[in-house]
């Protein structure tokens, strides 16, 4: 017999019955009217539950993960503020149900079913996915989450505190509130949760508000894994700056009682808190799954028998607020209740073209102050002698920074963060004197930990700052490339456009560095970030336009609230000449402030209707060097530089070389994965017959004098022009 029927069963003939479990009798600060919409809340969510699944049994539905067991979690809602934004774990419906009492005009079954049904007029992701979430209730959906969503709950509990010192334009959060997060006790495990519980813990130890309350819901089990009994508490009950408090999540007294007690220490003392709360989990772990099979049918029956619905059953009856008779009743009631509005919601209209599908990838766009830019005086006192320095040719490194310097004098909600960006100003001095220029709030120096840094990013993004994270290296961000791909890209999509996480991601990357680094310093693949739907990938080749397509990058995050990887060639940092020793061509003056390169804009570097070499950040430096020798030979080549790499300027690239048979493609990248087999199908389809590529080989780059050896030079891009203009003679 299905597990669920059989709790089902046992509920209603236990509740009527009497034969409930035992336990502490209720006490505490519980109103016996709050107790009961505590309990309406659960009953609800087992309600729904129950239909999930017959939902997905008869084909109205596509996916179930369900809260029973977990149903304790309402009595935390309830002892927070509903504008207390809320990340939650997939088990929490009882939680999300709970915060819709506390804000009128909400429909929660009406709303959570028509998501179960996956239909388009599901208010939180518009039939994209069965989602936790709600824009009116302050909780950013998550999908599966297992720990992904602990980094971005650190950043928002820090950009309250932010938000006191610097308060951006479309801040959400309000300054008094506090951050939730909530996972199971197997996610704990994770290194994410690991590293963002040791962030909030490191951040704390230091003195810096951090209203964040860690909620753990301890069941026992990982899908089939058991959790070691103690673990959790001997784990997380000593953390230096984290206060630890344990609950049983089996009675809502308690489990209020003690949820307030953390609420209050975390709003009042801007520390964070790690409650521990005993669940049980009912049914398995999702869908099909059978506890049996890997557990003991005992095992099984003894969480059964620890129902928290039967818990609340005794402890309503005991305090004298509701009879057996009349919890049963609810409960029977809303079941019917949650069949009739089924029969509705399953009929209401789905998603049904591509269209439809992919219309929340990008955010609606948001009005923004405008501003005229910092004023002259401002200027002036912010950079003192580089400004008359501003005219002379610089490299890309100085002209970045004086960009950085006016974007954060004019757009107050600018942050930068990351490793050593600060004091130090970067691993190669991108971001020197900012932090003496802005401050600590505003150009943080944060710990060693890629996803950290990221997830500090996400969460301030959520509450009004647009901000500049820095990964220092392009090969260190695979150790969180999920919080851009499944964090930062998928919020807008899952939430239907009504959240997003806005930011310019700044990467230092990409080969050709002399005498340094290897593969974890010079990494020239890009496929991990081409593959994220959503976001754009911008990548200059000089100073100026690097200047000038940076400040394209913040518009397009402050205002059309996008998700912007920025990669920095760092062999093109520092350089300076480009035919000969000192001849200084590869320098730029810095541009005007009011400056910028439009998304889709592509550079077109000569008239010559020979061969068009399409191109980008390094391959630009070295396709103008190989642009000269081809000259001097007769051929008259152009070198239009891409610069937006995702999404790609298709219309662009086919003005540009229109008038150009031949196409030569130039990519530092591997040939495997690169932007050049999106070039090569491109022009293939448009009609381009005359087509080759130069590009790296499937190979990590080396340290030495071979650090350049797999990767396309002046001379491989010569030879291969010729071999194809020699094709074509």
Partial sequence: MDRAEIVHQNFLDHAVKGNLPEGAAPSGRLSPDLAVSIYRAQVLSRALDRT???????????????????????????????????????????????????????????????????????????????????????????????????PKAVGAAYSIGAARRHDPEHRVLPQDGLVMCSFGDASANHSTAQGAINTACW???????????????????????????????????????????????????????????????VREQRKPAFLHVRTVRLYGHAGADVPTTYLS?????????????????????????????????????????????????????????????????????????SGNGPSPEARAEVFGSDLRAQSEPQPMSRLINWALTDLMLEHGELVAMGEDVGRKGGVYGVTQKLQQRFGPDRVIDTLLDEQSILGLAIGMGHNGFVPIPEIQFLAYLHNAEDQIRGEAATLPFFSNGQFANPMVLRIAGLGYQKGFGGHFHNDNSLAVLRDIPGIVIACPSDGAEAAMMLREAVRLAREEQRVVVFIEPIALYPMRDLHEAKDGAWMRSYPSPDQRIALDDVGVHGEGTDLAIVTYGNGRYLSTQAQAELHNQGINARVIDLRWLAPLPKDALLAATKECSRILIVDECRTTG????????????????????????????????????????????????????????
Wanted: net charge negative.
């Fill in 297 to 369: 049918k005992a095992e099984v029956e003894a969480d059964e028998a620890n129902d928290p619905l039967l818990h609340s059953v005794r402890l309503l009856s005991q305090a004298g607020t509701l009879s057996r008779q009349e919890a049963a009743q609810i409960y029977t009631d809303t079941c019917a209740r949650v069949e009739r509005i089924r029969s509705e919601a399953v009929n209401r209209p789905h998603l049904e073209t591509a269209t439809d599908v992919s219309a929340s990838l990008i955010p609606p766009a948001r009005t923004c102050r």
């Fill in 674 to 729: 690169s932007q050049s087999e999106g070039l090569m199908a491109m022009f293939h389809e448009a009609g381009t017959s005359q087509l080759a590529r130069v590009v790296a080989e499937d190979c990590f780059i080396p340290t030495g004098p071979a650090y350049a050896a797999t990767l396309p030079s002046k001379d491989s891009i010569v030879a291969a022009a010729l071999r194809l203009i020699g094709e074509d003679q």
């Fill in 52 to 150: 999930s699944r017959a939902m997905q049994k008869a084909g109205q539905g596509f996916y179930t993960i369900g809260s029973s067991g977990h149903e304790g979690m309402a009595a935390v809602a309830r002892a927070l503020r509903p504008t207390d934004m809320a990340f939650l774990h997939y088990r929490d419906a009882a939680f999300q149900i709970a915060r819709a009492d506390q804000v009128p005009g909400q429909n929660i079954a009406w709303d959570m079913l028509l998501s179960f049904a996956c239909s388009r007029e599901d208010p939180t992701s518009g039939g994209r996915h069965k989602v936790l979430g709600s824009k009116a209730l302050m909780i950013p959906p998550q999908t599966s989450t297992i720990a992904s969503h602990l």
């Fill in 203 to 265: 951040a704390s130890v230091q003195s810096t508000p951090l209203p964040l309350l860690f909620v753990c819901e301890d069941n026992g089990i990982g899908i089939s894994t058991k959790t070691p009994k103690g673990w959790i508490e001997a784990s997380m009950s000593h953390r230096p700056g984290m206060r630890y408090f344990q609950a049983d999540g089996l009675n809502i007294h308690d489990t209020y009682e003690v949820a307030c007690e953390a609420a209050r220490y």
